[in-house]
């Protein structure tokens, strides 16, 4: 079994009900944050951390992922035919190779635990990451690329973690901790969404895990759990009990919670702010509003 992380799971089969209407007929996760789309950002965020497979888990209307990642190409002629070189580049630069993406179809809205479980036969015996284009991440060493050279020197399952206000435990999977030495978390347990009460700590996972393939063989025998889902974090906390190394990384960087609208609005104004062609006219436009 190879111990590099060369694959990444996208899971795109939700319905993005929070985002009504205009999901509707697109798939949330090209909502665009300034301009472009979150799956987009995900992507490229597993590219910069030397991921080379990216496996799409989709449902039914998610056509428009996959025409964002092939060519268009009279829209390529045209761009080329008007001397538009610059915008040519921005949508040829990022695009996978070909042979290095794959769909397969959550055939059934089961929960983010059997979205992974649906790409088991892509993943094959060997890590990957799993990435949710929801979380939206500003950093200067992308997450997932702080996670795989954190999983070079302590090769284990990962999770990306983050402290939460304790009232918000029951939005979360959250680490009931072993040890913390304030960038490795060692991990004793993980429980989904408990009340702030019962909670064993105020560190909560975000979507972003590194994960042995050994994680399929719990899934696959998981009945549902939270929210009539099979989650994730249950099978995660079984592979803790089997006695499994697993630790959560405290990132650096700040997270969006895009799957909210008002997250979303936030990271658009962040991410517009850290850009040098609008950080200008964006802080003219707030100041507006005071």
């Not at 799956?39 to 888990?57: K, L, R, W």
């Not at 088991?120 to 060493?141: M, S």
Request: glycine share 8%; charged share 25%.
């Amino acid at each position: 079994m190879t111990t590099r992380v060369r694959k990444a799971v996208f899971p795109v089969g939700g319905l993005g009900t929070r985002f009504l209407p205009a999901t509707k007929a697109m798939p949330k996760e090209m909502l665009p944050v300034v301009d472009k789309p979150l799956i987009q950002y995900a992507v490229e965020e597993a590219q910069a951390a030397g991921i080379e497979e990216f496996i799409f888990v989709t449902g039914r209307s998610k056509t428009a992922i996959e025409d964002h990642f092939d060519h268009s190409y009279e829209l390529e002629d045209s761009l080329k035919g008007r001397g538009k070189n610059a915008e040519l580049e921005a949508i040829r630069s990022w695009l996978p190779k070909p042979g290095q993406v794959a769909y397969t179809r959550q055939q059934e809205p089961l929960g983010l635990g059997h979205a992974v479980l649906c790409a088991r036969n892509l993943i094959g015996d060997e890590p990957f990451a799993v990435l949710l284009a929801d979380d939206l991440v500003l950093a200067k060493t992308p997450c997932i690329k702080q996670m795989v050279d954190a999983y070079a020197e302590s090769p284990a399952n990962m999770v990306a973690v983050m402290e939460v206000p304790r009232a918000h435990t029951n939005r979360y999977g959250v680490l009931d901790i072993e040890s913390d030495d304030g960038h490795l978390v060692k991990m004793k347990g993980v429980v989904e969404k408990p009340k702030p009460e019962n909670a064993p700590s105020n560190l909560s996972i975000i979507g972003r895990y590194i994960l042995q393939p050994d994680v399929f063989d719990h899934l696959a025998m998981l009945g549902r759990g939270a929210g009539n889902e099979i989650q994730l974090t249950d099978a995660l906390a079984k592979l803790i009990e089997a006695h499994r190394p697993f630790f959560g990384l405290r990132f650096e960087g700040k997270r969006f919670d895009c799957g909210d609208k008002i997250g979303f609005f936030e990271a658009n104004l962040a991410f517009a702010l850290a850009r040098p062609d609008m950080k200008d006219a964006i802080s003219d436009i707030i100041s507006q509003y005071r």
